[in-house]
């Protein structure tokens, strides 16, 4: 499952206690006609799909009336986006906005922190004011046992100059999201806009949750998810087949990783030095033969359904995991597949040293560090347009 739909998402973030407008979920057009006489007019009609990009596809509008929603829903319920299908319409009252902001916490695996990343440029693409305008974009790391405090959340909020009751707000949301990463098996939450309304609120416009696949036994919300969900990307079930987490995305830089903190913080950082993701794949623990092939096999898949994949990028955090083995699986699979384009592996952990040795010899482009493999990737797709 890994990603969750926006509604699903919301649903997380009421049982976190992170404020949200008043909304309802619609599989058809009489259930939203219904959800919008008790909402009242003016609201949202939000097409649910696990993919980026809904407002230019048309799957997000702003209806006044019975007669606007009449038209834009049965539209937005047969919409699609890159084959996958929407699978509901969330319906949500509509608001006066005063201010966008993005505020997210992500956990790396690797270096086993919890990040926030916050911006007073919401509602936009934030990879794109990361690389625009740097000095918008703040960080701060936390390691994952640390004593997250009301006080800490509210120096999060000042440094992007929160005031008064909307600090405060800002600093109780920040404080639900620390403790909701733990409580509820987390990966990343993003709440692309946070939105200061007319009068002051503070509320969650947008939800983008990944949960730890491993930790489902744990929630029953999450089964209820899984029970609900309808079948969309073909590639996504074979995922799901293989036991490995897959989001299709928009670009030419195949990804790999294991980990959905690490894979997201690939995501970002190939976003970051100008390249254009073109999927989310985790693989989970460890790093098989033949979950490398099952993996590799998605990805293909990506390239050949639509925009080739110029570059993948493989990035593995060994932990008990010996890397030569890890380099022996990628090559032995690469030539299985007959995957032809370059490869960039970053291999970090037990043997990496031999692991990049093996690489090498293969003529891969082999690194331990992360930011060198992003760079060389991005490198090679921009030389190939």
Not at 77 to 85: A, Q, V, Y
Not at 89 to 96: H, T
Not at 249 to 269: F, R
Not at 299 to 306: L, N, R, S, Y
């Amino acid at each position: 499952m890994g990603l969750l739909l926006e509604f699903e998402g919301k649903k997380v973030f009421q049982k976190a206690g992170i404020p949200l407008l008043p909304g309802k979920v619609a599989r058809t057009l009489e259930e939203a006609l219904s959800a919008a006489d008790e909402l009242g007019y003016p609201v949202v009609v939000k097409g649910q799909i696990l993919h980026g990009g809904r407002g230019k596809a048309g799957l997000i509008k702003v209806v006044k009336d019975k007669k606007e929603l009449e038209k834009v829903t049965p539209k937005i319920l047969k919409g699609t986006i890159k084959d996958m299908k929407v699978q509901n319409v969330l319906i949500e009252k509509a608001a006066k906005i005063v201010n966008e902001l993005y505020i997210s916490t992500m956990f790396d695996t690797y270096s086993r922190e919890i990040i926030f990343i916050m911006s007073t440029e919401g509602g936009v693409d934030i990879e794109a004011i990361a690389e625009e305008t740097p000095d918008k974009v703040h960080k701060e790391r936390f390691t994952i046992d640390f004593d997250f405090k009301p006080k800490h959340a509210e120096d999060l909020a000042k440094s992007i100059g929160f005031k008064g009751n909307e600090l405060k707000q800002l600093s109780d949301i920040l404080v639900k999201m620390w403790e909701a990463m733990h409580s509820m098996d987390l990966q990343l939450v993003e709440i692309n806009p946070l939105a200061v309304l007319d009068g002051g609120k503070v509320i969650a416009l947008d939800s983008k949750v990944i949960i730890d696949d491993n930790a489902i036994y744990r929630h029953p919300l999450y089964q209820e998810f899984m029970k609900d969900r309808i079948p969309d990307d073909p590639l996504e079930d074979k995922a799901a087949s293989f036991d490995v987490a897959f989001v299709r995305l928009d670009g030419d830089i195949g990804i790999i990783g294991n980990g959905a903190g690490l894979v997201m913080g690939t995501v970002d950082l190939i976003a970051e030095f100008g390249g254009r993701p073109a999927n989310f794949l985790d693989v989970g623990g460890g790093a098989s033969t033949e979950r490398v092939l099952n993996a590799l096999s998605i990805v293909k898949a990506v390239g050949e359904e639509g925009e080739p994949i110029d570059v993948l990028l493989v990035n593995i955090f060994g932990g008990i995991t010996r890397c030569d083995d890890v380099a022996n699986a990628v090559i032995e699979v690469r030539d299985k597949l007959g995957l032809e384009m370059p490869f960039v592996v970053r291999l970090v952990g037990t043997k990496q040293k031999e692991g990049v040795a093996i690489l090498d010899k293969a003529g891969m482009n082999a690194f331990t560090e992360m930011e060198p493999a992003v760079k060389r990737a991005v490198e090679i797709a921009k030389a190939k347009k």
